[in-house]
């Protein structure tokens, strides 16, 4: 495979990296990194013997066919005006800057491009990850990013006039389930004496045993709720909360969250 390189070694960046090589779908000989400060770049090559470190952006745009763009939305067009000059439009770029149109990177690089959006999940290779090819990638092109994605979760093809609020839901929905986690554990603490930590443990494995229950058995939540609230116990009392409260929440939040993707460039 020719070499992907990797520009930004933060928190995604580190994670795709790990996830390329641990999964084998890359050879550490094939992977070039990039990122501003030293420190991170020592820590990737004391972590992966063999990879190749790049002194500048540009260096490393030199040496890859796939150019995978892993820093803040804020820090993608000041990269990519480093790198451009010295590509020769057949690189793919795959950038994962939330906010950043397919137009707005198009209009900077004019060979194939593509948005990616994978998940702090995919670290442990679980959840989605999102594609969304531009109008210059080819099939084989958009193959290699979609199997390359694969070694850290499933990969969906998503249109970029979905790709707003599928990011919410599938790339900060950790975030946001964490929170409803924290929340739950913290409900049954305070009305409990069991400590904080154990009731956490319990709300976790409340996440991970409800979710393992509809992806096994493809029941809905709907039908789920029908199973657990025996009429006129208790569990009706809550669905029954979190429906009077939760849409205006949730809409709220989403409506919040859509309005700071859209500024995310600036
Ligand atoms: N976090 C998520 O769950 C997630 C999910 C999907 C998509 N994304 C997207 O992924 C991107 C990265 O997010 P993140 O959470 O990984 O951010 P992050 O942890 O802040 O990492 C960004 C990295 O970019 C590096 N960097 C900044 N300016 C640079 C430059 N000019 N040249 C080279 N490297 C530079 C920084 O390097 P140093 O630390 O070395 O200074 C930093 O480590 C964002 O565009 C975000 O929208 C994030």
Known sequence: MDRVGVIGYGHMGSMLVKGFLASGVLAPGEVVVASRSRGNLDACAAAWPGIAIAATNADLARRCRTIVIAVRPQETMGVLREIVPVMDGSEHLVSLAAGIGLHDLEEMYAGPVSRVVPTATSAVGEGTTLVCHGQWVGTDEALMVENLFSAVGSVMPVGEEDLAAATLLSSCGPALLAAIIGE?????????????????????????????????????????????????????????????RLPGVFDGVFAAMLERYGGLRK
């Not at 494995?205 to 979710?211: C, F, G, N, Q, S």
């Open 184 to 244: 739950l554990a913290g409900a049954a603490a305070r009305a409990s004496s069991l400590p904080p930590d154990r009731a956490l443990v319990l709300a976790t494995d409340l996440l991970t045993a409800t979710a393992a229950y509809l992806r096994e058995t493809g029941r809905t939540p709907e039908d789920l709720i029908g199973e657990v609230a025996t009429r006129g116990g208790v569990t009706e009392v809550g669905v029954q909360g979190f429906r009077d």
